[in-house]
């Protein structure tokens, strides 16, 4: 992966454990749109830098083959899956993507993108939110094919949706250094606000194609991670303005997707409010399991933070005592730990309900 690809939407850290637990009502087909952090291997079929297809990536799981996730395990969207009782989405880019694998959804998420066109275009052939609409709209014509207009729009329908990006469009885009085209066009908060703005119409899109149950993560503290620590931070302590950006960022997001919510009359998207759980846990790691949450296990350099994840690079021998893996992304354990909290967490992180109430709801009333 680029040094820069920074896809932080992440840590919902609140429940001490190694994977997550909690399960929820069976089987209902699952799509996945985003970035890194939820790319299950699309970029490995693409001519890219952004990719997790060599050691050590992969290296907890049970083949110990890297398969395009960022993670040395699994990640947020295979410990959702978990939850729901059904096998991993597959990339959609998959040639074993096809027959009754159709059925149990697919992954649109494309490593370096963002909310905006123009975010991540040093990584050159990346899959950008609208072509990852347009692939689900291809998805259910292929559906269609299989089951029929009519069981494939139910399926659509009933499905659970995450989106989890933003994260790059700081990192990628604005904060890129020297000076980023949008960092001159805009201000911090009108940047924001026209994120926000662009986001909505994705999010809408979405609700266009189908979408009835919309997981959104909001970006953690962007500032804290440790390729940011090493880039901007030598006395290790959280870049002053990702934390601002960040800090003007998710509130805007939660409150956008409940103006969306009551445009629809529906909670159609629940908002996972990262940031305050995440700033917790980054001031008490020990709290939550963890020796570290600034120090990568896979990296060189301050904190680990600098270059590449590869098999030269300084490996941690427990990583289950890492919060990050990389220089940007969570470990495994961290994954599911965020899954957890996105599942069963408080009203302080989850918002308009987290993600079992909202599933639990949408079963008592299909029966």
Not at 3 to 27: C, D, F, H, K, R
Not at 199 to 224: F, I, N, Q
Not at 288 to 310: D, H, I, M, R, W
Request: net charge neutral; aromatic share 10%.
């Amino acid at each position: 992966m680029a040094p820069s690809i920074v896809l932080v939407s992440w840590m919902v850290l609140g429940l001490v454990m190694a994977t997550s637990t909690i399960q929820v009502e069976a089987a209902r087909a699952f799509f996945v749109f985003g970035d890194s952090l939820v790319d299950n291997g699309n970029n490995n079929f693409l001519a890219t830098t952004a990719r997790a297809d060599s050691p050590p990536y992969g290296i907890d799981t049970p083949s110990r083959r890297a398969s395009g996730r960022f993670s040395n395990g699994k990640n947020i969207p295979d410990f959702i899956s978990d939850a729901l009782g059904s096998e991993p989405t597959l990339p959609y880019l998959s040639p074993e993507l096809k027959g009754d694998r159709l059925l149990v959804g697919a992954n649109f998420a494309s490593a370096g993108i963002g909310i905006l066109n123009d975010t991540g275009v040093q990584f050159i052939n990346i899959i950008r939110m609208y072509k990852q609409l347009k692939y689900f709209q291809q998805y259910q014509t292929r559906l269609a094919d299989l089951v029929g207009f009519e069981e494939a729009q139910r399926i659509v329908n009933d499905a659970l949706v995450l989106i989890t990006v933003g994260g790059n469009d700081f990192v990628n885009n604005y904060y890129l250094v020297p000076f980023s085209p949008r960092s001159r066009q805009f201000s911090l908060p009108d940047y924001v606000r026209y994120l926000i703005s662009e986001y909505r119409k994705l999010l809408m899109r979405l609700y266009d194609l189908g979408a009835r149950k919309v997981l959104v993560t909001g970006t953690g503290p962007m500032g804290c991670v440790p390729a940011e620590l090493a880039m901007r931070s030598p006395s290790g302590q959280c870049a002053t303005e990702l934390q601002r950006a960040a800090a003007l960022y998710n509130p805007q997001l939660v409150q956008m997707i409940n103006e969306l919510n009551s445009q629809y009359g529906a909670n159609i998207f629940i908002a996972a409010n990262t940031e305050q759980k995440t700033n917790d846990f980054i001031n008490n790691p020990t709290a939550y399991g963890f020796t570290t949450s600034k120090v990568a296990c896979c990296g060189q350099g301050p904190y680990n933070g600098l270059g590449l994840c590869t098999v030269l690079s300084n490996l941690c021998p427990n990583r289950d005592e890492y919060a990050f893996w990389d220089p940007f992304h969570p470990s495994e354990r961290a994954n599911g730990i965020i899954v957890d909290m996105i599942l069963g967490g408080s009203s302080n992180y989850m918002s308009p309900m987290n993600l079992s109430s909202l599933l639990a709801l949408d079963y008592n009333t299909r029966t």
